[in-house]
């Protein structure tokens, strides 16, 4: 900083001729050059207007189908399971099938030895020949007279012994081949070959996993608006693995205790959902068609109010609207009716990102969220989907 204190006489003369001097220059480029008027000042503006600006995202309004859900969730299970066990004493000679095999009604999975059984056969069916033989013989002799209706009647009753004890014999050979019950896919497999079986001794557990089951409880208010055969929604808990059920049944009581109704649910072709997998199950209660779709980021609550941003025609201007939500299914959601005499269609876009950031009159940055979204909205045709689509 100069000191005038200290400027020596004259001085004032020759600073006065120097300020001269500057002001005529006046502002100059970085060449050296005159800057054009007003240069500084629209520089000022521009930059003020592009700061002023929020980037948001958005995207079209569309028209589809909601439907109202009951969420609930649900353990699948299967309807006929069984513990396939060994019906007489013996030693696995070969197991037939796996876990996971698919096995038919009364298709053999096991084989057991059979040594004893056979012979066990072999000796009681002789004996069985040989009673009826004797009984034949007595019958004749009886026509004859030679002897009494007692005798008769105690060769009858040994030959009809005889016959019993060849057929359990035959019973026990049959056992020593183990078969499936019903219809199903092996769960579990209890032994080894070589293993000592008796009569009870589990060997495999089988279910029948197509169609698979599950019982939900609905509210009583809910279950008017359900039929049997209706499609219901599943998404494995763990899996991800997403599905189709029906409803195959409906109880006709109400539990007094929690007010709902046991529905059961099939569900066919499963895929990645087994026996035990836990569910989430969602039931449509009612759907509405041709309505106002949003996305669910486009918004913003405000205490228990509700609004979104529409884009203006300028396609750089947020406007605010109050709107009062319906159905909501994934992240789309109904607008049932737009508040303050204002419309709401499929012409319009409305802010799908960043909404929370922005009041009425905001500038914006606009990006489209969906391929099909224009450019700009300053004369450039728009791609708009056509009316009905179910999902953004």
């Avoid at 009886?142 to 009494?148: D, E, P, R, W, Y």
Wanted: proline share 4%; net charge negative.
């Amino acid at each position: 900083m100069f000191d005038l204190t200290r400027i020596p006489t004259g001085a004032p003369a020759l600073l006065a001729g120097l300020s001269l001097v500057l002001v005529s220059l006046g502002p100059c480029g970085c060449d050296g050059s005159p800057a054009a008027p007003g240069a500084e000042i629209q520089a000022s503006a521009d930059g003020g207007e592009n700061l002023d600006a929020i980037a948001v995202k958005v995207d079209r309004v569309r028209r589809g189908s909601l439907s109202a859900l009951y969420e609930t969730s649900a353990t699948l299970r299967a309807e006929a399971r069984a513990v396939v066990t060994a019906r007489t004493r013996g030693v696995v000679r070969e197991l037939l099938v796996e876990e996971g095999d698919r096995v038919e009604a009364d298709q053999p999975v096991a084989i057991l030895e059979d040594d004893e059984q056979k012979i066990i056969v072999e000796r009681t069916e002789a004996v069985r020949d040989i009673r009826q033989s004797e009984l034949e013989r007595c019958q004749n002799l009886a026509k004859q007279g030679v002897l009494s209706d007692n005798e008769v009647e105690v060769a009858k009753r040994e030959a009809e012994e005889s016959r019993h004890a060849a057929a359990l014999a035959r019973l026990e050979l049959e056992r020593t081949e183990i078969r499936a019950p019903f219809e199903g896919t092996i769960l579990v497999r209890s032994l080894d070959v070589g293993a000592t079986v008796s009569d009870g001794t589990p060997v495999y557990e089988l279910a029948d996993i197509d169609p698979l089951y599950a019982d939900v409880n609905v509210p009583e208010r809910s279950v008017a608006r359900l039929h049997k055969g209706q499609s219901v929604r599943l998404l494995g808990d763990v899996s991800g693995s997403s599905g189709e059920a029906i409803i195959e049944r409906i109880a006709p009581l109400v539990d007094p205790t929690t007010g709902t109704v046991k529905v059961t649910l099939a569900v066919s072709g499963s895929g990645a959902l087994r026996p035990g997998s836990f569910v989430r199950v969602q039931v449509v209660t009612d759907t509405r068609d041709e309505v106002l779709v949003v996305k669910r980021s486009a918004l913003v609550a405000d205490g228990r109010r509700w609004h979104l941003f529409r884009l203006k025609e300028d396609g750089k201007t947020a406007e605010m609207l109050e709107v009062v939500p319906g159905y909501e299914e994934g992240d789309r959601v109904e607008v049932r009716e737009v508040l303050g005499g204002f419309e709401l269609g499929t012409d319009d876009a409305v802010v799908v990102a960043g909404a929370s950031a922005l009041t009425d009159g905001a500038k914006v940055d606009i990006t489209w969220e969906s391929a099909g979204g224009p450019a700009s909205l300053d004369g450039e045709p728009a791609a708009v989907e056509a009316a009905g689509s179910s999902s953004p």
